[in-house]
């Protein structure tokens, strides 16, 4: 079955410690995004990838940084400048062409602070 | 600020009723309009959607109407059922764009 896998599902952080999340796509996309999604509020983009070693900064990406050295990977870590961490992490990935293709979301992970 | 606007925050509706959610934006150079469905705990999944060049798209009971003039677009659940419980999203882009604005989701609960 294709699909996007975020792992782990619950995360916690303590102060001033940086986590990764896990994002994997066997879908053979060429884009991937991160979104961050607070209750009451949409999904606000923090990272994208449109080819390997090549990512851009989004809407709030301050307090987060990625990789992408493989198509079928795109982790993010939340770093300790990153204040207001506790969320919920959406990995997405879609066929290059930008925004127009659709978008297909993995379960996400939920991040809180200890 | 929010690229965009959507109402109501929360929806209840009997079974067999019609829900429906607006959505309102600003960029008249957006050309994509995807609405998600979201139930607890997963992500997102891609519903249905609209570029401007249709007024209506109807998928099963699921419809989109766009109205160009006004910068509104809204979901229609015709016969809606209790499975429809969920967070529904719109969201807008643009051609050659990256982002996808997102609003700020209704949550349907759906009464039997």
């Known amino acids: 079955d294709g699909g996007i896998t975020q792992s782990p599902k619950y995360l916690f952080r303590k102060e001033g410690q940086n986590v990764t999340l896990s994002c994997e796509q066997n879908?053979?996309?060429?884009?991937m995004y991160w979104y961050r999604q607070d209750p009451g509020q949409g999904l606000r983009l923090i990272y994208y990838s449109q080819i390997v070693n090549d990512f851009q900064k989004g809407d709030i990406a301050e307090g987060y940084s990625v990789s992408r050295e493989k198509k079928e990977s795109f982790p993010l870590t939340v770093t300790s400048a990153q204040k207001n961490p506790t969320a919920f992490y959406l990995c997405?990935?879609?066929?290059?062409?930008?925004?127009?293709?659709?978008?297909?979301f993995g379960d996400g992970t939920r991040l809180s602070i200890l | 600020q929010q690229q965009v606007k959507q109402s109501p925050q929360s929806l209840i509706v009997q079974k067999g009723g019609i829900s429906i959610i607006n959505c309102a934006y600003e960029?008249?150079?957006?050309?994509?309009f995807p609405w998600y469905q979201q139930f607890p705990g997963k992500g997102p999944a891609l519903l249905i959607a609209i570029r401007p060049d249709v007024s209506e798209k109807k998928e099963g009971r699921f419809t989109i109407s766009f109205n160009k003039s006004a910068k509104q677009f809204s979901l229609h659940i015709m016969d809606s059922q209790p499975g429809d419980s969920a967070t529904y999203f719109c969201?807008?882009?643009?051609?050659?764009?990256?982002?996808?604005?997102f609003g700020t989701g209704t949550r349907l609960t759906v009464i039997p």
């Open positions: 879908l053979n996309h060429d884009a």
């Open positions: 969201a807008a882009s643009r051609t050659g764009a990256n982002n996808l604005f």
């Open positions: 960029n008249t150079a957006f050309d994509y």
């Open positions: 997405a990935s879609s066929s290059l062409g930008g925004s127009n293709q659709p978008q297909h």
